[in-house]
């Protein structure tokens, strides 16, 4: 310790007094066992460790949103549209509906509402504008039926569906419960060289009416599905004629007789005379399933029918109604 040349004193003089064995005291204590014991600190660590790994799976999300690519939006759009249905009903028998609902009935409008870039995919994707069900629901010779004003906010909307459809094949489902629907029909039912698969509908005999063309083809025309009561083959054969490609027809409701279809490869109907199911096979010899309903088996034995000259079928379906049993005698 340095020492005052002048008065031999000691020349160190702290400003803050230090009890130097004390506190040398509590340095040593330094050097004993730790407080904290190791499964603790390994515990810790584990748990420093983890909650690295979950920062590096989320640190993603502090990056900006990316866009779905158009091409993955388009297969949700496809897949999320099934069918856009419009019902048409006389104007003094509607029944308000919410908004909401009404647009939920057609998802491919819901969609190009979205947004700009949802409208600009949905716009870019025939297909989804080609599925339509129509129910038309005007009362027989009200004015209302071929009043184009008071029918508009119904119509316009459809018919904005067929132009957005282009040249895409149409799934087109009718439901018609009274004449008259042709006039305001004419542009929707002029698209017929579109529709792939067609349902029709009805408790009358409007069939003829609506598809009264001179020169009408359904050249892409695959499946076709027939309940209209009272329909008559006059009717059906040169709509059948007319679809060179239908491969599964169904008609209910109505008597079968011989078309010329032989490359149906499905076929439901409902028969009536026994001589119609022993030459099914013969004039269809492409079926791959068929499915018979009806009372013709009142007067026929309950035995499945032979149908070794098609070599194609797969399955075979008979059903007979309760409502036509053969009578006790």
Known sequence: MPLCSSCGENAFIPRVSVDLPALRNRMRTEYGPASVQP???????????????????VQSLLSPVRRVPDEILQ?????????NEFIVVDANLRV??????ALRSKPAMVLSAVCSRWRRNALAMPAIWSRISLQWKIPT????????????EFLFPLYNFVDRSQQSPMTVRLSVDSPGSGILLKQ??????????????SNNQYFDELLDFPSVS?????????LSVGITNRELAPFIGASPNLK???????????????????????????????CLFDRHPNLVSLDLT??????????????GSSSKLETLTVRQCEDMEPDAD
């Not at 759009?77 to 069918?83: A, I, K, L, R, W």
């Not at 599964?248 to 119609?276: G, I, K, M, N, W």
């Open 39 to 57: 499964d603790e600190v390994a515990t810790i660590l584990r748990n420093t460790e983890r909650l690295q790994q979950y920062a590096l799976q």
């Open 75 to 83: 297969c949700i759009f496809y897949d999320s549209c099934d069918m």
């Open 96 to 101: 308000p509906v919410a908004a909401s609902k």
């Open 141 to 152: 010779r009200s004015p209302l039926a071929y009043d184009k004003d008071n029918n508009a």
């Open 188 to 201: 929707f039912l002029g698209q017929v060289a579109h529709w792939k698969h067609f349902s029709f509908h």
């Open 218 to 226: 359904f050249p892409v025309l695959n499946s076709l599905y027939v």
């Open 248 to 278: 599964l027809l169904s008609v209910q409701a109505c008597v079968y007789r011989d078309f010329p279809c032989s490359q149906l490869s499905h076929l439901t109907l409902d028969l009536f005379e026994q001589s119609d199911i022993l």
């Open 294 to 307: 009806g009372s013709l088996f009142s007067n026929m034995p309950r035995t499945v029918p032979n149908v």
